[in-house]
């Protein structure tokens, strides 16, 4: 294996992945952070308690010994919060996506997922070894045209906030046609959670990640007592791993406690809605969304790459979306707001997008 040849073909075509040390003296229009939560006085000194009470780590898996009484408490608060019989915590979307189809693995016959859905529900399908086939992105009548196709039974995916446009799914359109055919719904709601209103139809699969707007790290999934209790017993990504560390959940409830006073969330929307009327005064070619993510299609890696150094040089940190992670030829600065963020600031970044272009 030749890696270094490899490393050479990727650099060549633009598409090198580097890692890098956040620069904290740039303004930062990058982070999934939209409430502001990560740096919330309280949700620190909730974090601080809980290593206090319960130390650094878990120490276990939660079927071991490292289910603590704050892993419960977040659990029951999050099953509250979303209207649903029980919830259950996961270290990460990732896993807890992979989770979801290694416990159905043997239910399902079928799986019909969003075009544009995330890397990591594409991952776990393949993963686990289910046929795989993509209907076009929000698009109703190509997923009836292929539900008519299968027989057995299904699972409808999709993300409720796509990752890379901020665009909304119809969730009750999607619903509806699962309730239609033999299949479940499942969303993965990481981008919505704690910024919209949420929208969980009776008997789905719901996913939500808490290191975004809620300001921490890990993810749960919620639903029916049956369902959990099934999950607790298939899924193998809940069963062979660390739980998360106790002082997260404790963290992590009083997120939840600040989402429901919803002071975080009026200004992120109100900044949401600066954004765009600023960007239409400036007549830039942003693909408005309603959410905290705003894409602006640019439609080369190098180019993209080259608009990225130009906003860091002037103080702005915004991600450069390359192809592979979004088709060819939408290539993208994906800018997302946050609650923190100042009117002066997103103009300040709009007009540097502006003479940059
Ligand atoms: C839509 C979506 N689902 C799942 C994930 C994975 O979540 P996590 O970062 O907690 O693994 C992400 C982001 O990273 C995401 O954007």
Known sequence: MNFSQQLSNIKNKHLYRQVKIANNTCIDFCSNDY??????????????????????????SHLISGHSKAHQELEEALAEYTGQERALIFSTGYSANLGVFSALKNEIDWVLQDKLNHASLIDANQLCGLPLQRYLHKNIASLEGKITKQSGHGLVATDTVFSMDGDQANINELYKITQKSNAILMQDDAHGFGVFELNIPKNSI???????????????????????????????????????????????????????????????????????????????????????????????????LSINKILLENGFNISAIRTPTVPKGTERLRITLNANHTQSQIEQLLMHIKNAL
Do not use: W
């Open 206 to 304: 719901y996913m939500a990640t808490l290191g975004k707007a809620a300001g921490t790290m890990g993810a749960f999934i919620a639903g029916n007592e049956d369902f959990i209790e099934f999950l607790i017993q298939k899924s193998r990504p809940y069963i062979y791993t660390t739980a998360i560390a106790p002082a997260l959940c404790v963290a992590t409830l009083k997120s939840l406690k600040l989402i429901q006073q919803g002071e975080q969330q009026e200004k992120l929307h109100n900044n949401i809605g600066f954004f765009q009327d600023f960007s239409q005064l400036l007549d830039l070619p942003i693909s408005i969304s309603n959410s905290a993510i705003q894409p602006l299609i640019i439609g080369s890696n190098k180019k993209v």
């Open 35 to 60: 409430l502001g939560l990560k740096n919330h006085p309280q949700v620190i000194e909730a974090f601080k308690q809980g290593v206090e009470e319960f130390g650094v780590g878990s120490g276990a």
